[in-house]
């Protein structure tokens, strides 16, 4: 099977803007989940929604003239990886006009808010309410249990994906059923669904390749990683690499030749990083196309209790 970061450079290699390439990847990728999956009863939405036929031309152009979105970017600056995914989207169904409104909020009488729409989307069915959500979850399933999707975990162990899940289908997604919220929409939501994005990482490259098998409902070409200690990472066969800043996590990374670092560098870069604790890493292995430098493969750096940390989650989780 064609690797995520294969598949990506194939078609859009000739974009250059970073921005641009995000977006690209969050129009084309393929979602986590299986939107055909009967388990998810219609409630995941695909990306694209205007004609996909001319995509190519509107991301060239884009890319040749970004001011536009670096002018969106730079009038709402956020260091979270949801909201800067959220921008990217807003700016696509903004200038496609399928968009009708952005984060519109549900409030409690004004002492609390009840609830925000990420998107609400104008379609000839009517007013779609749409869920965007950017994740990233490393698998660490029990070695006697059955594997479902609360083993797929947040780097930061915050949350998981079944539990993200839970949330959106069971509580997000039913918003405009708020009595409250019928004051503010602009007319009748006709659905709801989610987008559900990211990058799924395995301990083994085994398990990495085998993982839609064992996993429900997840689509058989999601994008997918590895996990590796730093110890991992200093036997690793590379010579050049980049570690990503969370904002270009998105899409497969693409650089000159001189952004890229040896692996000295990265390793002395990760020791000094984790020499305090912090949260894991994401490193691209880089190597050479027509002059670019492009990611290969990727993977999640976590620190040496990470996975002693994850079993006490897993412990503390209500069935």
């Not at 194939?10 to 055909?36: E, I, K, S, Y």
């Not at 884009?62 to 949801?82: C, E, F, K, M, T």
Request: hydrophobic share 45%; with cysteine.
């Amino acid at each position: 099977m064609e690797s995520a970061q294969a598949a990506f450079h194939r078609q859009w290699q000739h974009l250059h803007n970073p921005h641009v390439r995000a977006l690209a990847w969050m129009l084309t990728a393929p979602g986590l989940l299986d939107t055909h999956d009967v388990s998810w009863e219609g409630k995941l939405a695909n990306a694209v929604f205007s004609d996909a036929q001319v995509l190519p031309q509107w991301l060239a152009e884009l890319d040749s003239n970004p001011a536009p979105l670096l002018d969106l970017l730079q009038r709402h600056p956020s260091r979270r990886l949801g909201l800067y995914a959220e921008r990217l989207y807003e700016f696509y169904l903004t200038a496609h006009g399928l968009l009708a409104a952005h984060g519109l909020q549900v409030h409690n009488k004004g002492a609390s808010t009840i609830g925000e729409f990420d998107f609400l989307l104008q379609t000839k069915a009517g007013l779609q309410h749409l869920e965007l959500a950017t994740k990233f979850y490393l698998f660490h399933a029990d070695a006697a249990g059955v594997p479902d999707l609360y083993d797929y975990l947040g780097p930061n162990l915050a949350d998981s994906l079944g539990a993200k899940l839970h949330k959106i289908m069971g509580q997000q997604l039913q918003l405009s059923a708020h009595p409250l919220a019928r004051q503010v929409l602009p007319g009748a939501v006709q659905s709801a669904q989610a987008l559900i994005l990211g990058w799924l990482f395995y301990r083994d490259e085994q398990t990495e390749q085998t993982a839609d098998n064992f996993s429900a409902g997840l689509t058989q070409n999601h994008c997918r990683g590895a996990i590796w200690t730093q110890a991992e990472v200093r036997s690793l066969d590379f010579e050049h690499a980049l570690l990503l800043d969370r904002l270009e996590w998105l899409a497969p990374a693409q650089s000159d030749k001189n952004a890229v670092q040896e692996k000295g560098s990265i390793l002395n870069d990760m020791q000094t990083y984790f020499a305090t604790p912090s949260a894991p890493l994401m490193l691209a292995l880089m190597q050479e196309n027509q002059g670019l430098m492009q990611e290969y493969r990727r993977g999640m750096v976590v620190p040496d209790d990470w996975f002693i940390q994850a079993d006490m989650v897993k412990l503390k989780r209500i069935p």
